[in-house]
């Protein structure tokens, strides 16, 4: 079993910036390749970005390239979101998600465990 637990959402301003952590326990953490989604009300859940097992190497939806950075500390088993240039239509509940097994992907079926999710509200 993974539990994970998200935390840094809130209320921003279009144009500001937040930090979303993922605290994660019962698994070796460096094991587990880490992603983001996020699903706006009345809208399907959507990839956002991901994390090798390394953190060598990530992949990141286009409507986030170059604003949002995904990151991992694995001494301190948490995975980041860096979102900045915040915009109306980020606005969302994001989770993070583990895949025990793959590679990490955008597809949210191959990941194994989910967090609770935390809000993120732009206003504009």
């Known amino acids: 079993q993974v539990q994970l637990v998200e935390s840094g959402g809130g209320l921003v301003q279009a144009g500001g910036s937040l930090r979303l952590s993922c605290a994660a326990s019962?698994?070796?953490?460096?094991?587990?390749?880490m992603g983001w989604f996020r699903q706006a009300p009345g809208k399907e859940r959507e990839f956002v970005a991901r994390?090798?097992?390394?953190?060598?190497?990530?992949y990141y939806a286009d409507s986030v390239k170059g604003r949002f950075t995904i990151s991992r500390d694995n001494a301190k088993n948490t995975v980041y979101l860096q979102m900045n240039s915040l915009k109306p239509e980020d606005t969302a509940v994001y989770y993070c998600?583990?895949?025990?097994?793959?590679?990490?992907?955008?597809?949210?079926?191959?990941?194994?465990?989910w967090g609770q999710g935390t809000q993120v509200t732009v206003s504009s």
């Open positions: 998600a583990a895949d025990l097994e793959g590679a990490g992907s955008k597809i949210s079926s191959e990941y194994d465990y």
């Open positions: 019962g698994r070796t953490f460096s094991r587990l390749s």
């Open positions: 994390i090798s097992r390394s953190g060598v190497t990530t």
